[in-house]
């Protein structure tokens, strides 16, 4: 006897990690140094005070990022890391 379908369950489980995700990121519940936490598209570009576009053209010639799903985060120990390389070459 099945009461939910594998779709149903798979579906609840995904929202619920994304829901715990997002809550955990919003509250800065990781509790590492903030060169260490995630960082969305915005929240990047804001810091460095470059467009969404000139950092979208900065991730196509290689400034390192993870995607979860269909969002897109930073380290933003690696981005400085990166820039810094980029100066050094």
């Known amino acids: 006897m099945q009461i939910i379908s594998h779709e ?5 489980i995904r929202d619920a990690v994304r829901a715990e995700l997002q809550e955990h990121f919003k ?6 140094p903030d060169s260490e936490k995630l960082l969305s598209k915005q929240e990047l570009a804001a810091e460095l005070g470059v467009s969404l ?4 053209d900065w ?8 995607r979860l799903h ?20």
């Open 70 to 89: 269909k969002r897109v985060y930073f380290k933003k120990s690696e981005v400085l890391g990166a820039m810094q390389q980029t100066i050094k070459d």
């Open 27 to 32: 509250t800065g519940g990781s509790q590492l």
């Open 59 to 66: 991730m196509k010639k290689g400034l390192p990022y993870l």
């Open 8 to 12: 149903a369950l798979s579906q609840c």
């Open 53 to 56: 576009v000139t950092l979208t």
